[in-house]
């Protein structure tokens, strides 16, 4: 354990926390924890996280200022749900990215399980750029992504990182029993 892996956790851990109580403050944390987390990663050789790590950075950006601005007239972005159809078309992106790139670490590079963290990967970004949106179906992937997330870092020897991930595995599904009564709270005011 590093004083950057307690740091980058720190991070990632109060985002999470904020992301569950629907906070907009999530992003701020999210940036300095992705930073840290990247240069982390890049020493694990886990370069599917190294990548995904830059992507969360400008996600942060973009959804920081979509939740605050995004919504009608320039307002708060609200949450809403996927269609059924798109809830398959994010299942589908998760399958083909995690393949796609799983095949390209486990080629190209000295990647340490490059399905299993090209999962992490792909999974990550399909939920980011849900929760972007403000999408009450990014806390299932989440969930998913945390759980495969727990071994992969537990076999690096990234153990307090894959505890924090059992952390961030509680939160997921808080955040979203928590955002599914947000939404159906605020779905009679849409209608």
């Known amino acids: 354990m590093t004083a950057l892996e307690v740091a ?5 851990l109060a985002s999470v926390y904020l992301a569950r109580r629907n ?7 999210a940036m300095i924890g992705v930073v840290l987390y990247g240069v982390m990663f890049y ?17 942060a950006v973009v959804g ?10 320039g307002g708060e972005l609200p949450i809403t749900a996927l269609s059924a159809r798109g809830r ?7 399958v083909v990215g995690t393949l796609a790139a799983g095949t390209l670490f486990g080629r190209f590079t000295n990647a340490a399980l490059p399905y299993a963290d090209s999962f992490i990967l792909g999974g990550s970004v399909v939920a ?24 992969v870092y537990a076999a ?14 509680v939160l997921s599904v808080q955040g979203l029993v928590a955002w599914r009564r947000t ?8 209608a």
């Open 128 to 151: 980011q750029l849900l929760m972007m949106r403000r999408k009450l179906d990014h806390w299932p992937i989440w969930i998913a992504v945390d759980v495969v997330a727990v071994a």
């Open 64 to 73: 920081w200022r979509a939740w605050l601005w995004g919504g009608a007239g």
């Open 23 to 29: 906070s907009v403050h999530t992003w701020w944390t």
């Open 8 to 12: 980058g956790n720190v991070f990632v």
């Open 156 to 169: 690096k020897g990234l153990l307090l990182t894959s505890a924090v991930y059992v952390v961030l595995l």
């Open 88 to 94: 398959g078309g994010a299942v589908l992106a998760v």
């Open 43 to 59: 020493g694990a050789r886990l370069y599917a996280d190294v990548v995904l790590q830059a992507f969360f950075f400008g996600t």
């Open 183 to 190: 939404y159906a709270d605020a779905r009679p005011a849409l």
